[in-house]
């Protein structure tokens, strides 16, 4: 990634493989770390398992 820590378009995957299709120089939505040129797969969000109570009361 780029030395401040904010990933920027030239950070992606799709540019460094010339896959990108996009004339902006912003991060967009389809944004991919680019690591040793393989795809990285997107963070998933940690899943909470919610308390059995509320779904009891449901």
């Known amino acids: 990634m780029s030395?401040?820590?904010?990933p920027t378009c030239e950070d992606c995957y799709f540019r460094k493989a010339g896959l990108c299709a996009l004339s902006v120089n912003a991060v967009c939505p389809t944004f991919r770390v680019a690591q040793r040129g393989a795809l990285a797969p997107p963070r998933q969000p940690p899943l909470v398992a919610r308390p059995l109570a509320a779904t009891a009361a449901a």
């Open 3 to 6: 030395k401040a820590g904010k």
